[in-house]
């Protein structure tokens, strides 16, 4: 894997906002491990996390939620790849903390697990980057902040040398569930959205109308797919617990995702619900 000098890199992913991410981890609850998933001892949402980010006890919208009807509902990850959710991943620094609190590596592979013994179909949106990505004239904030620090680099799109174990590529406890044979591994999305990549066309394809929407990041990728899949005419679910979100001196991510999950999304579920209703709409 690639090592990133990300005090020169001109980025925002400093090294003193990977000390202060690591000291806080240090400091509080033990950091995640990797853990079998539905059924076994995974690692939850911590009670601080929890109660951090409770939903109002009073809320002022209406609560609308989704059912899971077989045929027509699909698991989509976003990203789940070594670079978001890996202490060896160039983002740890800022996502770490997150991911800890929300136990969101392990609540990821539940899902994988719940869909597949379910015999749902499983979609998973990448992000990768070519050479020729890191030649575009004009870049967003975080854009300029994931091309800087070899964010999801590859060598081509036609070339995997020294993919396996990269920050592009899964997290290893994931390959099981993705490289099965059945799971639909899509084009890859380029900034955040899948505007650019073929979701759409592999979901409606297999008839699905229903996604439940799980991955990285909370308040980028996942939001912006959200989003992009609204609009296109599907019911959402996002899983709460099984996303995370930067936390950087302009503010948390996940908090801001939170907030819009709320607002726009068709069900907002932890893991635990979540798993449960694959289980019954199988």
Known sequence: MKHHDHENCGCNLTPQHVDMARRRLLAGAAASSVAAV????????TPEARSLYADPADPGLPQIDMDVVPGR?????????????SEDGVTWGVV?????????????????????????????????????????HFEGTLEKTMHSIGMFDRPGPLDLTDFDGSGADWMPQYKKYIEDGDTVICSPHKVYSPAQNDLNLQL???????????????????????????????????????????KVP????????IINFRMVANGVWWTDDAVTRIARGA
């Not at 539905?38 to 949402?45: D, E, H, M, R, T």
């Not at 997150?98 to 013994?117: P, Y």
Request: aromatic content about 8%; overall charge negative; glycine content about 8%.
């Open 204 to 246: 409606r394809k297999r008839g699905i109308d229903k996604v439940i929407l799980a991955g990285m990041s909370a308040n980028l990728c996942t939001q912006a797919h959200l989003y992009e899949l609204l609009e296109l005419g599907y019911e959402v679910a996002v899983v709460r617990d099984a996303t995370a979100g930067a």
């Open 96 to 136: 770490g903390e997150s991911v800890t609190e929300q136990g969101t590596v392990d609540n990821i592979e539940r899902l994988f697990a719940a869909a597949k013994s379910a015999g749902m179909p499983v979609f998973i949106s990448p992000h990768y980057y070519y050479p020729h990505d890191h030649k575009w």
């Open 250 to 257: 302009e503010g948390d991510g996940y908090l801001a995702a």
């Open 73 to 85: 509902t699909a698991l989509v990850v976003t990203d789940p790849q070594i670079d978001f959710l």
């Open 38 to 45: 539905a059924g076994a001892s995974a690692n939850a949402a």
